[in-house]
C-alpha cells in the first residue's frame, strides 16, 4: 500500500486526495480491505465516506460502497478528522508574490497534514486561505517549533527553491530558550554524526564523520536561564535540539530530549510550547533574483 497525491484531483477544503493501491488479496470488497488494512479509521466511518462519494477511483468517479476488491485498483480518499483538536493559534502570511509564500506559523501546529491534525495544519490552513490548491512547503520545521516556513505556488519553480536547502544557500537564524552555564565560550560551532535513535523518532549523535553542524551564539541571559541564536549549516532532524542537549543545554518545554516525556498521539499542552523559534530566514530568489530577508513576528518566553 503506498500513499502518494493524485495531482489530476482536486482538493477539499485545502485536502490533496491520498492513493492507495490495492494489492492483490481475499477482501470482497474495497471497503473490507480500508477497514482491515487501515484499522485507525473505523469501518463505519469508510462506509460513510463511500456513501458520501469522498472515496473515488482514478477516473474521479465515487466508489460505490459494494464496489468489489479489484487487486492494481487505484482508490483515492481525503482525509478528514472528525473530532479535530483546535490549535489556541493561527498562522499568518508575511510575505506573498507570484511565486512564494512565507508564513508564520505558531507552536503545535504541523506544516503538513499529520496525526491528529489535518484541517490545523499549515498547509491546509494557507490552501484554505488563499484558494492555491498547488500550494506546497519547500521545507519542514518540527510541529513542536513556531516560526518561519516557505511554501511554493508554482510546481515550475519548486526545484528551484528546493536546490537553495540542497546546496546550504539558505541562511537559517533560530533563537531557543535553555540554561545558562558558566564556563562555556560564545561564539562556539558544534559538529557531531546524528543519526536515527530509540524510539525512531528520536535523532542521536554517534562517532564518525560529522554530517551536522549548528553555529551557537549566546545572546543574553539573566544567570539563570538564557536566549540563544542557533544557525544551523545544515538540516538534519531535531539537530538543534540534540546538538543543545550535547552541550549540556536542553531547550526548554522539550518533551523528546534529553528523555522521552511524551507519547506521539498524547495530548498537546499547549500552555507550554517548546522554546524554539524559526526567527529569520535569508536567501537570494532563484526565480526573481531578489535578496530575500523575513523575520518571524513571534516571540520566546525570556
Known amino acids: 500500500m503506498k500513499g502518494i497525491r493524485a495531482m489530476h484531483l482536486p482538493t477539499r477544503h485545502g485536502v490533496g486526495p491520498t492513493c492507495v493501491a490495492l494489492p492483490p488479496g481475499p477482501w ?8 482491515e488494512r487501515m484499522p485507525h479509521v473505523p469501518r463505519e466511518t ?4 463511500l456513501r458520501s462519494q469522498s472515496v473515488l477511483n482514478a477516473d474521479g468517479q465515487p466508489v460505490p460502497l459494494t464496489q468489489p476488491y479489484t487487486p492494481h485498483m487505484r482508490v483515492f480518499y481525503y482525509r478528514h478528522i472528525a473530532d479535530e483538536p483546535q490549535l489556541p493559534e493561527r498562522a499568518h502570511i508575511v510575505f506573498e508574490d507570484d511565486h512564494l509564500l512565507v508564513a508564520d506559523k505558531p507552536h503545535f501546529m504541523p506544516v503538513t497534514p499529520g496525526g491528529q491534525y489535518v484541517q490545523q495544519s499549515l498547509l491546509v490552513q494557507m490552501k484554505n486561505l488563499t484558494g492555491l490548491d498547488e500550494l506546497a512547503p519547500l521545507h519542514r520545521i518540527d510541529r513542536e517549533t513556531a516560526g518561519l516556513v516557505l511554501l511554493g505556488k508554482r510546481p515550475a519553480d519548486r526545484d528551484a527553491y ?36 530509540e524510539p525512531f523518532y528520536r535523532m542521536q549523535e554517534v562517532p564518525g564523520a560529522p554530517n551536522s553542524e549548528t553555529r ?58 517548546l522554546q524554539l523559534l524559526a526567527q529569520r530566514i535569508a536567501f537570494t530568489d532563484p526565480v526573481t533574483g531578489a535578496e530575500r530577508t523575513f523575520e518571524s513576528q513571534r516571540s520566546l518566553r525570556f
Not at 469508510?46 to 465516506?49: D, H, L, P, T, V
Open 162 to 197: 528546493h536546490a537553495l536547502f540542497r546546496q546550504q544557500h539558505v541562511h537559517k537564524t533560530y533563537h531557543a530558550v535553555a540554561a545558562f552555564r558558566a564556563g562555556l565560550t560564545w561564539p562556539r560551532t558544534h559538529t557531531s554524526r546524528l543519526v536515527t535513535g
Open 216 to 273: 551557537i551564539s549566546l545572546l543574553r541571559s539573566d544567570g539563570c536561564r538564557a536566549l540563544y541564536r542557533l544557525e544551523p549549516v545544515s538540516g538534519k532532524r531535531h539537530q538543534l535540539r540534540v546538538h543543545m542537549l550535547a552541550l549540556g543545554l536542553p531547550l526548554e518545554a522539550d518533551l523528546l530530549y534529553p528523555e522521552l516525556r511524551r507519547r506521539p498521539d498524547a495530548q498537546d499542552d499547549t500552555s507550554h510550547p
Open 28 to 35: 470482497p470488497t474495497v471497503l473490507d480491505f480500508l477497514a
Open 46 to 49: 469508510w462506509a460513510e465516506r
